[in-house]
């Protein structure tokens, strides 16, 4: 099973309303990741966890705040977002961050719209 | 610093044509890892091809074929008899051991169009 899932795939939601992204990988991976992809752009790194702790966080604004309940699952928590974080936020898993198990494998992503 | 530079901004070919995406990359690490993702209309990223810097050997996947040179720095994808189901975009990426805080950078995707 080399899936990656991710729900919801589509949320439309306020700026002042709170939500939650979730992604879920069974292929024991020990790393997962966050990305944020707008249009016509690669994907951006936010968060790295690594054995279920935070190792990178690329100077992500407060209003995302990651979670990794268990080596299975990562949650995105959103609050307060503003318009131009309207994304394709894409999660993947990788057995590790670095050397010879590194490939990353990706979910099919929340497409987010903050009205 | 790593990078990675896929200069070919868009490409549209004609069925059952080849096509080569170039890609580019720099960084002082000895040890680096190359990949390979294809990104469909839905937008999910599919793995293709991991390359480790120690290993030049050219590889073939069906219709896919990847050429690895050290010596230009290059590690371009090749799609024989292309389809329009290979209509996409296509990232080139790089990990190197000691990248620091980034595990892949990717380059800025190349979009490829067949058209029938």
């Known amino acids: 099973d080399t899936e990656v899932t991710q729900t919801p795939k589509h949320l439309v939601m306020g700026m002042t309303n709170k939500k939650s992204l979730k992604c879920e990988q069974h292929?024991?991976?020990?790393?997962m990741y966050w990305y944020k992809q707008k249009a016509k752009k690669p994907p951006e790194l936010m968060f790295v966890?690594?054995?279920?702790?935070?190792?990178i966080n690329e100077s992500v604004p407060s209003r995302f705040s990651p979670e990794c309940p268990n080596s299975s699952l990562l949650n995105l928590h959103l609050h307060a977002l503003q318009p131009e974080d309207s994304a394709l936020y894409l999660c993947?898993?990788?057995?590790?961050?670095?050397?010879?198990?590194?490939?990353?494998?990706f979910g099919p992503g929340t497409r987010l719209t903050v009205l | 610093a790593q990078k990675v530079t896929q200069a070919q901004t868009e490409i549209s070919v004609v069925e059952k044509e080849d096509v080569t995406l170039d890609c580019v990359y720099e960084?002082?690490?000895?040890?680096?890892?190359l990949f390979w993702y294809k990104q469909p209309p839905s937008g999910e990223l599919v793995f293709l091809i991991r390359?480790?810097?120690?290993?030049?050997q050219n590889e073939i996947s069906g219709r896919y074929s990847w050429n690895f040179q050290k010596s230009t720095s290059s590690f371009n994808f090749t799609i024989t008899a292309s389809q329009v189901v290979d209509s996409a975009v296509y990232f080139c990426?790089?990990?190197?051991?000691?990248?620091?805080?980034?595990?892949?950078?990717f380059g800025k995707g190349t979009r490829l169009s067949v058209i029938a």
């Open positions: 993947a898993s990788s057995q590790q961050t670095g050397g010879w198990d590194n490939e990353q494998f």
């Open positions: 292929m024991g991976h020990r790393a």
């Open positions: 966890y690594s054995y279920e702790k935070l190792s």
């Open positions: 960084t002082r690490d000895t040890t680096y890892y």
């Open positions: 390359r480790n810097s120690f290993d030049e």
């Open positions: 990426a790089l990990s190197a051991l000691n990248s620091g805080n980034t595990p892949l950078v």
